[in-house]
Each structure stands twice: as C-alpha cells, then as structure tokens.
Antibody, heavy 122, light 111 residues
Framework: QLQLQESGPRLVKPSETLSLTCAVS??????????WGWIRQPPGKGLEWIGS???????YYNPSLKSRVTLSVDTSRNQFSLKLSSVTAADTAVYYC??????????????WGQGTLVTVSS | QSVLTQPPSVSGAPGQRVTISCTGS?????????VHWYQHLPGTPPKFLIY???NRPSGVPDRFSGSKSGTSASLAITGLQAEDEADYYC???????????FGGGTKLTVL
C-alpha cells in the first residue's frame, strides 16, 4: 500500500527557505507514471496547489509561487522534495505531499501524506 | 476569493440528500477541464472523492456522486450519515491563471 511521509523543519524564519521531503513507500517513483506534488492549507483557509513533478523531472508550478518554488525528485532514495524561498508568515500552512490519480492529470491528488504544519516565525 | 465558488456551508439530517455546488467560468469548468472533489475531515489529510466530474475511486461509497454542466459542477451525497460531516472541496484547472484551482470549501453539517 502506497504511503507518503513528509519531513523537514517545522519552524522557519522569515526570508529563509522552507525545505520539505516526501518519502514514498509501497511504490517506486522511477517505475511509476504518476505526478508527485505538493498542496498546502494555511490555518483556517482552503487548499492551495503548489506544484507537481514527474519522475523524469518535468515540473509544473503554480504561477503565483513559481518564482520561489523548486521541486526535485531523488529516485535513488524514492523521495521528492519542495523548496520555497523567501518565506513570510503567509507561507505558514500545513503542507501535504501527494500522488496524482493518473499519468495525464498532473493536478489531481489520489494519495496524500499526513501533512506537516510549517510555521514561519522569527 | 476563490476562482471556483462553493457555498460556505450546507446541512442535512441523517438519511437526507444534500448537494454542494461548484461554480466556475469559461476559463475552468466551462473550458471542459475535469472537476475533482475531495472530502476533508479535521486532523486527517483530504480524501480523493470524485474524479473526472463523476467517477468514484475504488472504495468510495456510491452515496457520493458528481456531475457537471456548463460552467458548474455538483457533488451529491445521499443517505447522509454522521461520518459525512466534513469540508468538501472542488478542484479544476484554470487556463487563465495557468494553474489548478480549488473552490473555497463547503462545510457539511449533519444535523
């Protein structure tokens, strides 16, 4: 059974870079034709799609975050990562890593990690 | 302000049928992009509920159904149960923004 697990610092200072990793178990990223992505939810607010990456490294980013977001995949460790630079308090949110439903729909999210709350504060 | 508009809340008694609307425009739902629905219970990750407007992933009860017409989509829940109390989100793609978008979410209360 596929499982996704986010890890990374829970507290990030303003202007610094938020870094999260999603470990994948129960499936091989390199042999799976799905999109691996990130979605976040600020406290008390709705869901926001951040971006997705395919196993060949092809990326799709939310234009509203594109200048600050970098997604990468490490097939040798079967994990993928999110970096969000120049963070502010507005980036405080629960961050979820996800797997798409299909190989043609880069923005669906069939599988989800448990989510990790990242707080931006000095 | 979400590009996809959902009612903030809906409610119904156990056993009843409720619907949740998701109103978009010609740059998203009306442009023939698929609509997906998610169920989000507090403290747990969202659950993929409906894909491709009206299809249920394996394991989702047939009490949940989706439909789409023009620039809107709807989620219907029949035989309402206490465990259905959650937030529900629609999702589609917007070619004007060049990104997937979510509705603002609808809180379902089972009376």
């Amino acid at each position: 059974q596929l499982q996704l697990q986010e890890s990374g610092p829970r507290l990030v200072k303003p202007s610094e870079t938020l870094s999260l990793t999603c470990a994948v178990s129960g499936a091989s990223i390199s042999r799976s034709y799905y999109y691996w992505g990130w979605i976040r939810q600020p406290p008390g607010k709705g869901l926001e799609w951040i971006g997705s990456i395919f196993n060949n490294g092809a990326t799709y980013y939310n234009p509203s975050l594109k200048s600050r977001v970098t997604l990468s995949v490490d097939t040798s460790r079967n994990q993928f990562s999110l970096k969000l630079s120049s963070v502010t308090a507005a980036d405080t949110a629960v961050y979820y890593c996800t797997k798409s439903f299909s190989d043609y729909d880069f923005w669906s999210a069939l599988n989800w990690g448990q989510g990790t709350l990242v707080t931006v504060s000095s | 302000q979400s590009v996809l508009t959902q009612p903030p809340s809906v409610s119904g008694a156990p056993g009843q049928r409720v619907t949740i609307s998701c109103t978009g425009s010609t740059s998203n739902i009306g442009a023939d992009y698929d609509v997906h629905w998610y169920q989000h219970l507090p403290g747990t990750p969202p659950k993929f509920l409906i894909y491709g407007n009206s299809n249920r992933p394996s394991g989702v009860p047939d009490r949940f159904s989706g439909s789409k017409s023009g620039t809107s989509a709807s989620l219907a829940i029949t035989g309402l149960q206490a465990e259905d109390e959650a937030d529900y989100y629609c999702q589609s793609y917007d070619n004007s923004l060049g990104a997937p978008v979510f509705g603002g979410g609808t809180k379902l209360t089972v009376l």
